[in-house]
Each structure stands twice: as C-alpha cells, then as structure tokens.
C-alpha cells in the first residue's frame, strides 16, 4: 500500500473502532452511519491486505496487524491534529449522537429528569442511554469509549478525570408515623437505638452494607433487593427502615408519608462525582455535555 491510496479519514474510523470495539459505536463518535463505517472498513482492509477486526463478544476484535498498527497510527493523528489545531466543533441543535452512561437506578431517579428536559431544548436529537456497570469495569469502559460517562460515588475508579457535583450523605428513611421516631433521640443514643430497627437493602450499593456491617447490624437485615426505586413502597408499607442518600430521600419525603432520621452514621459523607476519560475530553461533543452537566449539577 502507498500513502496516496490512503484517506486520512479511514485512519480515523480504524483508530475509533480499535479503541470501541465496536463498528456501530466507531460510527456515531465520528457522526457517520453504520453502511459508510462498514464500506470505509472494507476500504481499508483492501489496502492493508489484512481483516482488522473479527467479530467478538459484545463487538469485534483486532487481529495481529491491527495490534501493530493501533500505536503508530493513533499517534499519527494525534501529531496531525495538533498541527492543524484541530477545532472541529459539535452543534448539539443538529446532532444525532447517542451518548452512554454508566448510572446506577437511583442515579436515574435524581438525575436524568432534569438532564433529558435540559437536552430537549439544547440538543433535541442527542439520545441517552443508561449503562449501569460494575466498578470494576468503569475505567476501561471509559478509555475504550464502550461508555462516555460514569456517574456517582465512585471511590475505587482511578485514573479518570472528574469533576465534583454535590456532596450528599447517608440517612435512615422510615415511615411516617413509624414508632421509632417518636423517641426523639440524637447522636449517639440515635445511633444506638438503630438496633431496634429491622432494616432492607440494596444488594448493588455495596456502601450501605458496608455501614450495617461497621454499626454491626446485619443481623437486623430483613430483606435484600437489587435496586433502591422500589424501596418507598417498601418502606411505607412496613417498619422497615433503609440506610439512603439524603439527597434520593429528600425527594421521597416531598410526596409525603416519610420520615428521615440522621444519626452519626459510619462512612456518612460521601460525594458524587462525574467521570470521563482523558482519551475523550478533548472530543467536542464530550466538551459539550460535560459542561451542561456541570451546568446543572454542580454545587
């Protein structure tokens, strides 16, 4: 192959499909459909001589020769772009781009309402899709572009940028009228007197079992869910009580038939974060939406 059979732009969609894994994700970051990614492929394997990418779990995989090829050409760019001053701009009134993030159900809850009215009246065509992950699986998801966001409290994912939204802590949720709050306690006769209690969990925020275990009270655990937005209907029809986000509870609370109890939990303070790659945070459109999140979010 010589350089003058080469577009530049077919280096682009081999560099985003390296890092996505993924022809149909390549497509929408570079703003192209999924015939002109799939057509641009077969462009550049007839001038390599070589597959690139063979379909794997979940997307594709690289060959040997695109291993090779990924450093130097993502270099390659990288070098070209900064020459040019690359400025490309993304206009969020005509874009189609879909973006993901990794939320977890009550990070919907409190966030995404607000989120998709801001997007309606900035970008009416930008899509959203929710990505729950496990941690341990977030900062790959990140720098491989699987994903464009991570929401949440998020301690144990490292090498990230991020940027602070709120503080929030966690709080006790029970019912109105529940007879434990009648005892009027405070600080640590308050945090004592969460023994007499019989609590209900969410199996995927590890935090809160976590403060349960320190406060010793597993043993008062009477029932494990998988995610909190089913926890008010719990909570009101019952004595149960659930270690929460006082910000999630303050919601709750609003409609009525709640109450919040604050005592000196363990591992009470904790701050909500949002998270992107290093890889991405020069991508306009990543810009873009990271800055109206901020825009909403952001204490």
């Known amino acids: 192959m010589h350089i003058n059979d080469l577009d530049l732009n077919l280096l682009r969609l081999f560099d985003t499909v390296y890092t996505t894994r993924n022809?149909?994700?390549?497509?929408?970051l570079l703003n192209l459909?999924?015939?002109?990614?799939?057509?641009?492929?077969?462009?550049?394997?007839?001038?390599?001589?070589?597959?690139l990418f063979v379909r794997g779990a979940g997307g594709v995989q690289p060959t040997p020769r695109a291993n090779r090829l990924a450093d130097p050409i993502r270099q390659a760019l990288a070098t070209i772009g900064q020459a040019l001053g690359e400025s490309a701009g993304f206009e969020p009134r005509q874009s189609k781009r879909a973006f993901r993030i990794h939320m977890s159900d009550i990070g919907e809850g409190r966030f995404l309402p607000e989120l998709m009215v801001a997007l309606r009246e900035q970008a009416p065509g930008v899509q959203v899709e929710t990505m729950p992950l496990p941690r341990g699986e977030i900062t790959d998801a990140l720098d491989s572009g699987r994903i464009d966001f991570a929401f949440g409290f998020l301690p144990m994912v490292k090498d990230t940028q991020r940027v602070q939204l709120l503080k929030d802590r966690y709080i006790v949720l029970l019912r109105k009228g529940h007879p434990f709050t009648r005892r009027r306690l405070a600080g640590k006769a308050l945090l004592e007197g969460l023994k007499a209690l019989e609590f209900v969990a969410v199996r995927t925020h590890a935090d809160t079992l976590r403060i349960l275990q320190l406060l010793q009270l597993q043993d008062r655990l009477r029932l494990t869910t998988e995610h909190f937005m089913v926890l008010p209907a719990i909570v009101r029809a019952t004595d149960l009580a659930v270690v929460m986000p006082r910000n999630i509870a303050e919601g709750f609370a609003q409609d009525g038939g709640y109450a919040i109890v604050e005592p000196p939990l363990p591992l009470r303070d904790f701050v909500v974060s949002l998270h992107w790659s290093k890889r991405f945070e020069?991508?306009?459109?990543?810009?873009?939406?990271?800055?109206?999140?901020?825009?909403?979010?952001k204490a």
Request: charged share 20%; glycine share 8%; hydrophobic share 40%.
């Open 23 to 28: 022809v149909s994700r390549a497509a929408e």
């Open 33 to 51: 459909t999924q015939p002109a990614a799939s057509q641009g492929l077969t462009r550049l394997r007839a001038l390599i001589h070589d597959p």
């Open 282 to 297: 020069a991508d306009p459109g990543n810009r873009w939406l990271r800055q109206a999140i901020v825009g909403l979010y």
